[in-house]
Structure formats: structure tokens, C-alpha cells
């Protein structure tokens, strides 16, 4: 049934986890509502991507790693970087070294994937930077099927249900034959490449946890740049 109140309420819980957009609700929130905003996950994705893709435009009177630097830092401000900090987490704990204090797995990572973000947004076209967000967020709600682990810790993927991952796919694709059906294959790829790496460590992984969620959207998004970037060669 068609429930607009459950809709709003959904998206605003998405907007509020994933942005820097912080609207208060003043009504008590149920799993139906997290259940309506998982669907609007790939539409936040697009609205944030095709932002990028204007800042990206300015290259055409700016240095091209001067405007990578710009769409990087504005991904980190507009996402807040929970992303790249629930990876941060992530990689702590999947790399763990013999002390429990040390943070170095973890601080090399989020260095290494903002060297990446840095060095390949200049060097790919434009529209991939609309499809890149799209892919993050589509891929955590299609990586809830394929992971068959305990899901109750996390924020997203304990919510997601058939239809959202059918969904999430359909309008994946759909963004990228209207912006670059050349990017259908990197994007192929990526849930190829990323459905098989969780499969064969889903044991290492073990308990799936929330920042998992952003340590996949994350690496989602930087293997789907380097493909493409491959592809473009």
C-alpha cells in the first residue's frame, strides 16, 4: 500500500545517514519507513553524483587535478565522510595487526583510496562521477542479497528485501545507458568483481556491522573509477 508519510520519512532517515542534510523528524520512525527510504538510496546517489558532475565541468577552465581535488573534498562534505570513516573502522578490524590499539591498517586505507579518488576524477569522463555514487549506494543494497551473514547489526542491509535489490539494479543501469551506456560494463564489472570478493570472505568478514555498509559503498565506488579508467586506456 502506498504510504506517503512512510516515503518521506524513509528518505529523510537516508539523507540524515548519507549527507550533510539533517531534517528532524517529529514522529517515531518504524522498519517500514528505513524499508521506503532504501528504495530513494540510488536517487540520492544520482543527485549527488550529477552535483559533481557540474564541479566537474569547470575543468575546461581549471587545472583538471585543481577540479578533482574540488569534487573530492565536496563528496567528503556533502556524504559528511561516513563513508570513508566507517571504512577507516572497517579496515581496523578485518587487518587486524597483533596490537589492538594500532590504527595504521586503517589510516593507510582511507589514504590510499583518497589518492585514488584524487588521481582518477580528473582522468575519467564526467558522467562517471554521476554513476559512481549511484554504484556505491546500489551495490550495498544488491551486496544485502548476496551475503548470507548475520545482518542485524547494520543500518541498511538488514532492511532490504527482493525488490529493493531488484530496484537498486534496474535504476543503476538504467542512470548509466541515459548518462554513458559505455560505462554499462565498468559497471557490470564492479558487482561482479565485488559479489565475488564478499562471497569468498564473507567467513573472514564474519559479523557484518554498520560501518561494513560504508566500507562497502566506498570500495564500490573507487573499483568502479578504476575499471573505467581501464576501460578508457
Known amino acids: 500500500m502506498f504510504d506517503l508519510r512512510s516515503i518521506v520519512a524513509g ?6 545517514k548519507y549527507t550533510c542534510i539533517n531534517i528532524t523528524i517529529y514522529a517515531d520512525t518504524t522498519d517500514e519507513d528505513y524499508k521506503s527510504g532504501i528504495l530513494a538510496l540510488p536517487i540520492i546517489g544520482f543527485v549527488i553524483g550529477f552535483a559533481a558532475f557540474f564541479i566537474a565541468g569547470l575543468k575546461f577552465f581549471y587545472d583538471s587535478f585543481f577540479i578533482g ?15 570513508i570513516k566507517d571504512t577507516y573502522t572497517s579496515l581496523n578490524l ?26 582518477l576524477i580528473p582522468l575519467i ?3 562517471a562521477l554521476i554513476i559512481m555514487p549511484v554504484a556505491g549506494f546500489s551495490n550495498l543494497i544488491i551486496l544485502s ?7 542485524d547489526d547494520t543500518s541498511v542491509m ?28 565498468s559497471l557490470a564489472l564492479t558487482y561482479m568483481i565485488t559479489g565475488i570478493i564478499m562471497s569468498l570472505y ?3 568478514i564474519g559479523r557484518i ?14 573499483l568502479f573509477l578504476v575499471i573505467t579508467y581501464m576501460m578508457c586506456l
Open 11 to 16: 528518505i529523510i532517515l537516508m539523507l540524515k
Open 69 to 83: 581535488a574540488l569534487v573530492l573534498i565536496y563528496f567528503y562534505i556533502i556524504t559528511k565522510s561516513v563513508n
Open 94 to 119: 578485518l587487518l587486524k595487526s597483533k596490537d589492538d590499539n594500532d590504527q595504521t591498517n586503517g589510516m593507510i586505507g582511507i589514504i590510499l583510496i583518497s589518492l585514488l579518488y584524487f588521481s
Open 125 to 127: 569522463p564526467s558522467t
Open 145 to 151: 542479497f548476496i551475503i548470507k551473514g548475520n545482518k
Open 158 to 185: 538488514k532492511y532490504c528485501e527482493k525488490h529493493h535489490v531488484i530496484s537498486a539494479f534496474a535504476i543503476s543501469f538504467l542512470f548509466t545507458v541515459i548518462f554513458n551506456y559505455r560505462l554499462v560494463i
Open 202 to 204: 564473507e567467513e573472514k
Open 209 to 222: 556491522t554498520e560501518a561494513f555498509e560504508g566500507f562497502a559503498i566506498e570500495t564500490t565506488q573507487v
